[in-house]
């Protein structure tokens, strides 16, 4: 990919070349992208992903049962960033395109339905919606996900109730489709066990409609509020939230608390955080090898002592 002539595709695009990625995740980790590309519309998003995938010279999977159906892989020539706020991001960076969807646009559609960005903040869509007086979405406060990395992860909030609930369809982008065009929600299997993703994992959500409720301001704002006010007592957003899996049955926060006697463990600047065990915290100037080494310090004292403890964040980049 040739740098000059992508900034000359796109003269209106911040385009970077080895431009650190740090910034763009919550957790304030990661080293340098190859080349990053800022999105702010979804129209720019599909344009820059389709250019990408036509003019990328792709060398042939190894695997010909991948090679069959997959030209493109997400995540080893051009990686989604959303908000960021679930990857760990690697301290070399990311090689090949990173694209940061900032696409935020919000339409109002009749029947209590709207349009939403994948680049849409959930913090801006709950207050967008509690403003227009549409409710639903509440529960999931204090989460800072772009709508793209709900729907990728199926986000559940605290009444238990998955991201999916709310979807009406969502239009994504099949980079190995060769006529790029939108999908709407029943054409894709969805299934969002993270094993089992992976079939899915070449589409790129481009935008999605949900269906909230009718709703009155002050009562949204309040249960918001009081979320947020309870949240903010055991977690904080130097974090990826939740880095373990809970086995079935059992809580990871749990058991690093209570089995492993591990709250406020640290290495550099990376702590499991001393109010919530599942929270892995950058304190300072963390690196991503540290907080792999907290990962692994936890998945080995947890195994030791028989339970399995997979982490549900992504790592992006060579670990
Ligand atoms: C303080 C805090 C609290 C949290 N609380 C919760 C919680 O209560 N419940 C919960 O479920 N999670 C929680 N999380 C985790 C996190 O916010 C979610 O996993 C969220 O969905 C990640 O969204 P993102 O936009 O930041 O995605 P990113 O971290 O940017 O990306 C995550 C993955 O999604 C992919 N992706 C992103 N956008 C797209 C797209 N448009 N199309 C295709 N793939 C895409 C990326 O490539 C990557 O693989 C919390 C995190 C923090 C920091």
Request: glycine share 6%; hydrophobic share 40%.
């Amino acid at each position: 990919m040739n740098f000059d002539t992508l900034k000359s595709q796109f003269p209106d695009l911040e385009i970077y070349q080895n431009h650190l990625l740090a910034p763009y995740t919550t957790l304030n980790i990661g080293g340098p992208a190859d080349i990053f590309i800022n999105t702010k519309t979804s129209t720019e998003f599909v344009n820059v992903l389709k250019y990408l995938s036509e003019t990328i010279n792709f060398s042939a999977h190894s695997d010909p049962k991948v090679a069959s159906t997959a030209k493109i892989e997400l995540s080893s020539d051009i990686t989604i960033l959303g908000n960021g706020s679930n990857v760990l991001i690697s301290d070399s960076g990311i090689r090949g395109i990173v694209v940061k969807n900032s696409a935020n646009n919000i339409e109002f559609l009749p029947n209590n339905q709207i349009k939403v960005d994948s680049g849409v903040l959930l913090p801006r869509l709950l207050q967008v919606t509690t403003d227009h007086s549409l409710s639903g979405l509440e529960e999931f406060a204090y989460i800072p996900a772009s709508v793209g990395g709900a729907i990728f992860g199926n986000i559940h909030g605290v009444n238990k109730n998955n991201f999916d609930k709310f979807i009406v369809s969502v239009e994504a982008l099949d980079l190995n489709d060769v006529n790029y065009k939108l999908m709407n929600h029943s054409d894709i299997q969805w299934d969002y066990d993270y094993s089992s993703f992976q079939p899915n994992r070449n589409l790129i959500i481009v935008s999605a409609t949900l269906q909230l409720s009718p709703g009155v301001p002050e009562n949204s704002q309040k249960i918001i509020n009081d979320i947020v006010t309870q949240k903010t007592t055991t977690q904080s957003m130097n974090s990826v939230g939740c880095v373990f899996k809970n086995p079935p049955g059992d809580s990871a926060g749990r058991i690093i608390d209570q089995e492993l006697n591990l709250k406020g463990f640290q290495i550099g600047d990376v702590q499991i955080s001393p109010k919530h065990a599942n929270f892995i915290l950058n304190i300072g100037n963390a690196t991503a090898s540290d907080y792999l080494s907290v990962i692994k310090k936890v998945q080995s004292e947890a195994k030791s002592k028989g339970f399995l403890l997979e982490p549900e964040i992504k790592f992006l980049g060579e670990f």
